[in-house]
């Protein structure tokens, strides 16, 4: 079956204690890319990466790190969370820059 | 830069209703525009898309149609079910961004359909 998979499904951590939400996709996809969920803020794009080795910047990128060292795994680090991080993460993967997107089932993570 | 702005929620309808959900950009290109939907628990699901404009999107009973002139991209469905309970985002691809395939969201609205 055709996914993307995302663990954990829910994390509690404590300020400052690094972290690594996984994620992995099994349909090929040259594209992937992490947003996070805000209530009344939509989703907002985290960093994306067009293809091994290359990753970017999205719209919200301060706190995190990002890596892409093979084409299915795209793993989202905190290396020292705040509460201003917690929220519902989700990774998503597309074939290719116009295609759809497919969505992970989502991380909410709370950091106290 | 882009936006996508949807009506505020919860939308309550009974079963059988007509459902009509408001969706306006602004952007500096051409975008794609695309309605996704999340049920319970689960990530975003692509509804439909329309890549330019007067095209219109349609799955599962939905529909929405690129209107340039108005930069609208409303989500219809003639007769709504329980099943369609869920959160639904608007959205846009703007081609504008070089390099860079940003997915602009709205703020999602929250539609619940009661027997």
């Known amino acids: 079956e055709a996914q993307v998979t995302q663990n954990p499904r829910y994390l509690i951590t404590v300020t400052g204690k690094k972290l690594t939400v996984t994620c992995s996709q099994n349909?090929?996809?040259?594209?992937m890319s992490w947003y996070r969920q805000d209530p009344g803020l939509g989703l907002r794009q985290i960093y994306y990466?067009?293809?091994?080795?290359?990753?970017d910047k999205g719209d919200v990128p301060e706190g995190y790190k990002v890596s892409r060292k093979e084409k299915r795994n795209f793993p989202l680090i905190l290396e020292s969370p705040s509460p201003n991080q917690t929220s519902l993460y989700f990774c998503a993967s597309s074939l290719a820059e116009a295609s759809p997107l497919h969505f992970g089932n989502g991380t909410r993570l709370t950091v106290t | 830069g882009n936006s996508v702005t949807q009506m505020e929620g919860p939308v309550t309808l009974s079963e059988e209703a007509f459902l009509t959900i408001n969706c306006t950009y602004t952007a500096t290109g051409y975008p794609s525009l695309f309605w996704y939907v999340q049920y319970p628990g689960e990530g975003l699901q692509l509804l439909l898309k329309?890549?330019?404009?007067?095209d219109k999107g349609s799955n599962k009973g939905f529909e929405a149609t690129y209107r340039k002139e108005t930069t609208s991209f409303h989500l219809e469905k003639g007769s709504v079910q329980v099943s369609d309970s869920a959160v639904y985002f608007c959205?846009?691809?703007?081609?504008?961004?070089?390099?860079?395939?940003?997915?602009?969201f709205g703020s999602g609205t929250r539609l619940q359909v009661q027997p």
């Open positions: 329309a890549t330019k404009a007067d």
């Open positions: 349909m090929n996809h040259e594209y």
């Open positions: 990466s067009m293809n091994v080795e290359v990753t």
């Open positions: 959205a846009l691809s703007d081609p504008t961004y070089t390099g860079r395939r940003a997915l602009t």
